[in-house]
């Protein structure tokens, strides 16, 4: 990554720390499978509602607090007030409790696809236990073993990260011109056919999305897909010549991720066809990254005139190498949101909110914050992996969980940005957003596109009398609000 012998990041090094922080190779082979070629049209939707002008207010917060080390939680307590701000940055770390949730139970479809070159995780009952509550055994296990080796230092997560974070960035080459040689050497035929392009771009060939309140959720996916952005609000102070650079860099990279995800998603279509890939019940949200790729590895052997058993042992290989990848970058990414996000809760809001013991720092991490984190997120994996499901409803929960609870901060944020943009006596040294009526309108409909994607995303499985999941889902940010509020209030009679 270039940079300048300042030690601060250039316009190039921004775009690709952004790119990297945001686009999530997943996001491609997930709305495909949830949606075909209509995911497009929702991804552009959520670009231009979402992450364009969400992007822009981090750039004007960001350049208005780059001398502040209190990050998110800077923004929203001089625009609104210290309790929103702590709820807020609550709901934000506890979004990565969740996630670390899903991912230390789905760490191990890509683990599986590495050994075995497929997912074989739904046959891993033992002891009379199901597949799903092994899962949930191994994700409390590598908790444990995450935080031992967190705990020893941080110097050997860098390497698991840079080595991950490499493997999956050759993953989108390797999905782009695979993809162009099928369609070459398949004369331009693609897998899944476009006959009509208003029917193919809008209708979805998954049957759970058809009805307009499950199309209307799949927005939650596409604001998911867009997830990081606040992350990187934190580099304005670290940008050459930010007030410029720094806006310029967040637009960029927001037309490249766009275009990314716009390219990946048709350039599965031209070597998947949902109905003989996807349809099946192997399939779900966990595994159908591999089952998709596997399966270019297969179409890709065809294409060049192998045989069939030949054609399946390369997708097999490309099912290893794309497990492989992922396990070693979730890894990575894990061992790093599991006390990245934790130290910016405790070290930038006010130390009289949480007890001493909290706030307890060992080799650069809170240790005895972690532990209490570790905790929690155990008792989440068991109550969740042993709520008797089948794998496909496990995952598809897990999935829905981390959607809402990762974009549910964003509320605060966008809500917050209008209130910044009303305070006059805040010093704004780059302001995108020239007209403050313009601005706050801007972030009240950002405000209400997430609202409306996580209301329709809650309530649809109701549709189907799916309870669980409407309750899971609501449950986690209100316990997670219920608790800021509690030590908030604590903070208060201190």
Do not use: C
Request: avoid cysteine; hydrophobic fraction near 55%.
């Amino acid at each position: 990554m270039s940079q300048r012998q300042s030690g601060k990041l250039t316009l190039m090094s921004l775009i690709l720390m952004i790119f990297t922080s945001v686009f999530g190779f997943a996001n491609m082979p997930r709305g495909f499978y949830l949606m075909g070629y209509a995911a497009i049209p929702w991804y552009l939707i959520a670009a231009i509602t979402f992450f364009i002008p969400f992007a822009f207010m981090i750039a004007e917060f960001g350049a208005a607090y780059k001398d502040s080390k209190g990050g998110i939680y800077s923004w929203m307590e001089s625009s609104v007030g210290p309790r929103y701000a702590f709820v807020g940055i609550f709901m934000w770390y506890a979004s990565y409790v969740v996630w670390m949730v899903n991912v230390a139970s789905t760490l191990w479809i890509p683990l599986s696809n590495a050994i075995f070159g497929k997912d074989t995780t739904a046959s891993w009952g033992v002891f009379g236990l199901s597949s799903t509550q092994v899962l949930g055994i191994l994700g409390v296990l590598w908790l444990i073993l995450v935080l031992f080796l967190i705990s020893r230092g941080l110097e050997s997560i860098k390497k698991v990260t840079s080595i991950g974070g490499s493997a999956v960035a050759l993953l989108n080459i390797i999905l782009l011109i695979a993809g162009i040689v099928i369609l070459i050497l398949n004369h331009g035929q693609l897998a899944q056919p476009i006959q009509d392009a208003a029917h193919a771009f809008t209708v979805s060939p998954n049957a759970k999305y058809t009805s307009n309140i499950a199309i209307l959720s799949f927005l939650t996916f596409a604001i998911f897909a867009f997830g990081g952005t606040e992350v990187v609000g934190g580099l304005v102070d670290e940008t050459e010549n930010p007030e410029k650079t720094f806006p310029r860099g967040l637009l960029i990279a927001a037309g490249v991720i766009s275009l990314g995800y716009v390219i990946g998603i048709f350039m599965i279509g031209i070597f998947t066809n949902w109905d003989s890939v996807l349809s099946g019940t192997g399939v779900n949200n966990g595994n159908v990254t591999y089952i998709i790729m596997q399966n270019l590895g297969y179409e890709l052997g065809l294409a060049l005139g192998f045989a069939q058993s030949t054609a399946l042992t390369i997708g097999a290989w490309v099912a290893r190498f794309v497990g492989l990848s992922m396990f070693l970058a979730l890894s990575g990414a894990f061992m790093t949101l599991s006390y990245s996000p934790l130290k910016q809760l405790i070290e930038g809001t006010p130390k009289k909110i949480w007890p001493k013991s909290m706030t307890v720092i060992k080799n650069g991490i809170p240790i005895n914050a972690m532990r209490v984190q570790a905790v929690i997120a155990i008792v989440l994996i068991l109550l969740v992996s042993f709520g008797g499901e089948s794998a496909s409803e496990f995952f598809d929960k897990l999935v829905l969980m981390t959607n809402v609870a990762m974009t549910i901060p964003y509320l605060f944020i966008a809500f917050a940005f209008a209130s910044f943009k009303r305070r006059d006596d805040i010093p704004k040294p780059f302001v995108i957003y020239k007209s403050k009526g313009l601005a706050i309108t801007i972030a009240y409909i950002v405000t209400a596109v997430v609202a409306f994607a996580n209301i329709f995303t809650i309530i649809e499985p109701l549709t189907s009398g799916d309870y669980v999941k409407t309750i899971w889902m609501i449950a986690g940010p209100l316990l997670f609000g219920i608790i800021a509020l509690l030590l908030y209030g604590r903070g208060e009679r201190q």
